[in-house]
């Protein structure tokens, strides 16, 4: 079972961050009504039941009930990297550990992105992409070495500037993800609508990068 799911990635905050970041938000949107506080199995085990809490997939039910019918999505995932979320008496905690590596695609693992220099495309598996390969790699360890060696035009530049043009693939060490639907409103310019949930997610400046996914 798979459900369309949206992701905002922070490209730019450090590792260091991206725990307090997670936190923050979880706390806001639960005191002011717009999750649960306790994370459900959503799409991936019984509705309702608590999720065994390890691993990436902790989600958090959407309570109001405008933001589901508008949008469609139904849970939250609040995601930074080398943590996970805990309960905690009747609320969640993030603590170090877990798989999360901060690198958010399809659901196949298949992408393409885009050179920041030349826009030379470049995906998994093409000739030349071994420098993606060993970026990748490393990007979960020690992402300020994580560069890519551009194939077209030899330039070498952080992971985090390759884009992705059809939406699929974002490395960032915080990031939320929203299971339900694909939000293409969120790649508008202009919709204002989309602006404004994507302000209420902590995205002010509406500079996270969207990912399509399936989880
Ligand atoms: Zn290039």
Not at 170 to 187: D, E, K, N, Q
Not at 194 to 213: H, I
């Amino acid at each position: 079972m798979s459900q369309p799911t949206t992701l905002l990635v922070d490209t730019e905050l450090d590792r260091d961050d991206a725990a307090a970041a997670a936190t923050e938000l979880y706390l806001r949107l639960a005191a002011d009504g717009t999750i649960s506080p306790l994370p459900f199995a959503g799409a991936t085990g019984v509705a309702g039941q608590p999720l065994p809490l390890r691993g990436t997939d902790t989600r958090f039910e959407i309570l109001d009930r405008h933001l589901v019918e508008e949008t469609g999505i139904t849970a939250i995932g609040l995601h930074a990297s080398g943590h996970y979320w805990r309960l905690d008496g009747q609320a969640a905690e993030m603590v170090e550990g877990g798989p999360e590596n901060g690198i958010f695609c399809r659901y196949d693992g298949s992408f393409s992105i885009r050179c920041p220099q030349c826009l030379a495309p470049l995906s998994p598996g093409d000739d030349g992409s071994d420098a993606l390969e060993e970026a990748l790699a490393v990007w979960s360890d020690s992402p300020d070495s994580a560069f890519v060696a551009c194939p077209n035009c030899s330039t070498w530049t952080p992971l985090t500037t390759w884009r992705s043009p059809g939406h699929d693939f974002a490395v960032g060490h915080f990031a939320i993800s929203l299971h339900g639907a694909h939000l293409r409103a969120f790649t508008e310019p202009g919709n204002h609508a989309a602006m404004a949930l994507r302000q209420r997610l902590g995205d002010l400046a509406t500079d996270y990068t969207v990912v399509f996914s399936s989880v």
